[in-house]
């Protein structure tokens, strides 16, 4: 355990930092309460909408194919690690299997899924 | 192309004939979804089924043909198990397709997601099936399910239908949680060695002297996993609301091929992974056996909708089924005979219930007062089904049951076999009842001018040959014993070559 | 190179913070975090047993489970997002048709 002390040591810096600086800017500043202050910042415009708005179910629809399609990077990685050794046969195996991704693509798109309108 | 990169290849040469029924499944499915559906067949929805039934026919060919042998660095393996359990989910996704005309043609959407989402499900069986490595069962069971709840979920506009889905998603994703983790303890436990079940049982009882916790822990959280995929007490809750829920052709598919590929996972990894530490497991897989026995019997007595009935005596079967996972490698073969009759009278008696429902005549078992009237055939086939549930003999229901019995005896599994034997006479009374409901009460009276419906080709077909080989099945005992040994003593072999 | 063992007790509060959602918490979609934080807990340990002993079979399951968590993910928010269609709700408590 002797390896971690300066990362016990950093913890604890970094749990004092804030609270000093807190405490000090508590003390120091003056106190004048407004019912403006308490109003959401919206780049300095009056916020015209609850923050809590209901997003169009589209957004998920897309989130999800994203995400998806996204994950599927992961399995390129140990063919990134290994291209040397694997040479034109990792190549080729890595090309078909985007080519299946490219059956998925075919088959959203085919469903109207990327239309937005 | 240098010697690593072309031995893998020669590799994969090789090993993909052990897996061309899957590669065939996949790769039309995805063909199915795009551009199939796109070039052929647009809008014409009731051309899919054949299509579909065809690719099962030919796979079905195809798993015969397979030869037998271990391939990808031994994680996948092809023998009699592997064979056996392959036909047996072929066979119920058949059936599936089969019995699902009804439902689909009533349905004003696209349906080829329906079938191909089944091709991707059973190709998942069939790997689950030849799993020997922890990486390819996860792999397969997690194929299977994810399929499987979007088929529960497939009627998205009936409430009944998303819930049941979603709430056999949580308890799926839950389960199979706890079977990863189950999996990554036996890992840690084996030192970060193997994934394989070969290997793993025989590092297994070496590491468990010195990690006792690590591997018991592994091994009872991969039980409840397990437990989870085919619906054995105590984690058999989900199943009921799926099975009720779920389109009724979907809850004959899950009562029968993935029970039947998850039961051949359930043998490999507890008699090829684990039976170096089997008296962690024994004792709790007994308990979960004998739960499952009573519960669901006792459970699908007051049962009012026909589906939970089937649902809690399935829940009832698997219990049997565990029996013949705990006799050792001869009570693979039971297991799968069981399965096998299980297999035929479900199909036969949830053919009836869809055709039923289908007709409007609805899922109740009040629903089935005085059908002997209406479908003198149906009545007289449910109850051929119901009593081969039973057990009663000469019925191959009662074979299946009588060869895992005795199998367990001699294994020395008396109490269980006492508790099997009562719950069975338990579950007569249930079935019975159905049986009383159809031939003994009146009909309520049909509306003016109602006529019963004539049965449709694929149903009379399921129901005619159900009933024949439930009637006539255990003529046939001696061969199909023959060909079931074949499942045992490959299993033998199988404990003993590693690659 | 230390020993994982530590490694086991992480993953274990990470697998039991999972559990405890699944069990408590009654919105569907922490449910599904939850079960995500398991499978990620039997993740981590795959990945240090898999670099203590030097296989790569760990690791590679570990990127092949991550694959599985995403295409999981996928299908239960789609279900989540039909049946809030349906009830305009997503806490499993209103999820109560289905009972026996």
């Known amino acids: 355990m002797q390896g971690y002390a300066p990362i016990l040591l950093l913890v604890l810096v970094a749990i004092a930092m804030p609270v000093i600086v807190w405490t000090l ?46 994950v599927e990077t992961v399995f390129l990685y140990p063919w990134a690690v290994q291209f040397k050794e694997l040479a034109l046969f990792g190549l080729v195996e890595m090309g078909i299997f985007l080519f299946l991704l490219l059956f998925g693509y075919g088959y959203i798109w085919s469903k109207g899924a990327l239309t937005w309108e | 192309m240098n010697g690593f990169a072309s031995g893998l290849m020669e590799a994969l040469l090789r090993d993909s004939a052990f897996i061309l029924p899957q590669l065939f499944l996949a790769g039309l499915g995805t063909l199915m979804l795009w551009p199939g559906d796109l070039l052929f067949h647009k809008g014409e929805k009731h051309k899919w089924a054949p299509v579909t039934g065809a690719i099962l026919i030919v796979v079905l060919a195809l798993v015969f043909r397979t030869p037998e042998g271990t391939g990808f660095s031994g994680m996948y393996r092809v023998d009699g198990l592997t064979k056996g359990f392959q036909i047996l989910s072929i066979l119920g996704a058949l059936g599936a397709v089969a019995l699902s005309q009804r439902l689909l043609n009533a349905l004003k959407e696209q349906t080829v997601e329906y079938y191909a989402l089944i091709l991707f499900s059973l190709s998942g069986m069939l790997f689950l099936c030849g799993a020997v490595d922890f990486v390819s069962f996860y792999f397969s069971l997690e194929l299977m399910a994810i399929c499987i709840y979007i088929l529960v979920a497939y009627l998205r506009k009936q409430e009944r239908g998303v819930e049941a889905g979603l709430k056999y998603f949580l308890l799926g994703a839950f389960s199979s949680g706890l079977l990863l983790y189950g999996i990554s303890l036996l890992f840690a436990a084996t030192g970060g060695k193997t994934t394989n079940f070969a290997e793993m049982g025989q590092l297994l009882p070496v590491v468990s002297q010195s990690n006792t916790l690590l591997v018991g822990a592994g091994v009872l959280m991969v039980l409840v996993g397990l437990g989870f995929k085919v619906a054995a007490v105590p984690f058999h809750m989900w199943s009921p609301d799926a099975y009720e829920g779920a389109p009724t052709p979907i809850t004959a598919f899950m009562a029968t091929a993935p029970k039947a590929a998850s039961l051949a996972a359930f043998i490999r990894v507890f008699q090829t992974a684990l039976p170096g530490v089997a008296d962690q497991w024994m004792l709790p897989l007994g308990y979960v056996a004998a739960a499952s026995m009573i519960l669901g019997n006792v459970a699908a007595i007051k049962q009012q909708s026909m589906k939970r009935l089937l649902a809690y005596s399935s829940i009832a079967h698997v219990g049997y089924m565990l029996l013949g996972v705990m006799c050792g490698p001869e009570g693979a073969q039971a297991t799968w005979l069981y399965m096998a009759t299980y297999l035929v009278m479900n199909f036969g008696a949830f053919a009836i219930v869809i055709h039923l429902q289908g007709t409007g005549e609805g899922e109740r078992i009040e629903d089935f007062r005085g059908l002997k009237d209406r479908h003198p055939f149906l009545a007289f086939a449910m109850m051929v089904f119901l009593l081969s549930l039973a057990g009663i003999p000469p019925l191959v229901g009662f074979f299946g049951k009588f060869y895992l019995f005795q199998m367990a005896v001699t294994q020395g599994h008396i109490t269980l076999v006492t508790i099997a034997f009562l719950t069975s006479v338990v579950s007569a009374f ?27 080709m694929a149903t009379t077909v399921i129901v005619t040959v159900a009933c024949v080989l439930v009637l006539l099945g255990t003529g046939f005992a001696k061969p199909l014993l023959e060909w079931a040994g074949g499942i045992g003593s490959e299993k033998k072999a199988s404990q003993v070559a590693l690659r | 190179m230390p020993s994982p063992n530590a490694v086991l007790i992480i993953s274990f509060l990470l697998f039991s913070t999972g559990v405890a959602g699944i069990l408590i918490r009654r919105n569907a979609l922490v449910i599904l975090m939850c079960a995500e934080l398991m499978l990620n807990a039997a993740n981590l340990n795959f990945i240090a047993f898999a670099r203590h002993s030097g296989s790569v079979g760990g690791q590679a399951f570990a990127l092949m489970v991550m694959g599985f968590a995403a295409a999981e993910v996928a299908v239960g928010l789609a279900i989540v997002v039909a049946l809030y269609r349906r009830k305009a709700t997503v806490q499993v408590d209103d999820i109560n048709l289905l009972k026996g």
Do not use: H
């Open chain 1, 25 to 70: 800017s508590r003390l120091v500043r003056p106190n004048v309460p407004n019912a403006n202050k308490y109003m959401v910042y919206e780049c300095g415009i009056t916020p015209t909408t609850d923050a809590r708005e209901k997003f169009s179910v589209r957004y998920y629809l897309i989130a999800v194919m994203f995400l998806v399609f996204d």
């Open chain 2, 430 to 456: 249930y079935y019975l009842g159905v049986v009383n409901q159809m031939y003994f009460k009146d009909a309520p009276a049909l509306a003016e001018g109602a006529e019963p419906e004539a049965t449709g």
